[in-house]
């Protein structure tokens, strides 16, 4: 029990920004119990939610600076760790030549234009696809949808990682090492109840779409790269939130 709580903690440890301490024991047991990723994002979702909530009760702010408000709250507390993973994929597939080329780009320190188109891209998804969740209902559906969003996000990484074979040493390759089909089952049983549980039908089309955007980084890397590193995993994290928002935004205009 003891080592199953070291790795919830260490879950928010490595997964957001909440001071919950981080030791490298905690994170050797988070790796034996990768399936608790998505759990990591349900609940980061919820404190969303909330701040959402609050938002729309506490005042009287248009859509467009609340979609702001969550940006903010979103790399708040998730940290820039996977938007950064997505700025290096965005470089090394960029990048010309050969697949040595390739992950040479995406492991240097310096962003590039790749990089930053992909983040551009990213975040302006993102902004866009709140406003329209926000107009499509006058904000009943927001809350639930950065729950979907979140919860799905973080199984992204646990598809990429237990179909990927790693590319090289690093919290990327022990992510990879240690998934397991059994945490892929597990993972993708629980993100898909919670998303039944929060949007019904629409959670759950949410959820496939981010699941396949998963696969389609993995398949790209795969392409690009010839495996997966702790960038790709974080790339996966953040084109899965977005794909995840992207269904419910277009999803909630459809049911009007």
């Not at 404190?47 to 709250?73: D, K, R």
């Not at 470089?91 to 310096?110: P, Q, S, V, W």
């Not at 997966?228 to 935004?249: H, T």
Request: charged share 10%.
């Amino acid at each position: 029990m003891r080592k199953f709580l070291s790795a919830i903690r260490s879950g928010f440890g490595f997964l957001s920004t909440i001071p919950v301490g981080i030791t490298m024991e905690g994170i050797e047991n988070l790796m034996k119990h990768i399936y608790l990723f998505p759990v990591v994002g349900a609940v980061i979702g919820i404190i969303f939610a909330l701040i959402v909530i609050a938002l729309t009760t506490f005042s009287i702010f248009p859509p467009i600076i609340i979609s702001l408000f969550v940006i903010i709250a979103i790399y708040y507390f998730t940290g820039f760790n996977h938007i950064d993973g997505l700025a290096d994929f965005g470089d090394g597939l960029a990048a010309h030549g050969t697949k040595e080329k390739k992950i040479a780009a995406m492991r240097d320190t310096a962003i590039g234009t790749g990089g930053i188109v992909f983040c551009m891209i990213a975040i302006l998804g993102v902004f866009v696809s709140l406003v329209s969740i926000q107009e499509s209902d006058r904000f009943l559906l927001l809350p639930y949808a950065l729950i979907v969003a979140e919860t799905s996000a973080k199984q992204s990484m646990v598809t990429v990682a237990a179909f990927g074979r790693r590319l090289h040493a690093g919290f990327g390759a022990m992510t990879v090492d240690n998934t397991k089909k059994s945490d892929l089952i597990i993972g993708t049983v629980f993100s898909a109840a919670v998303c039944f549980v929060v949007l019904g039908v629409m959670g759950i089309g949410a959820f496939i779409v981010s699941q396949l955007s998963g696969l389609l980084v993995l398949n790209t890397a795969n392409r690009h790269f010839g495996g997966v590193s702790g960038d790709v995993v974080g790339a996966a994290n953040e084109i899965g939130r977005l794909a995840a928002l992207l269904y419910i935004g277009g999803a909630g205009w459809m049911l009007l």
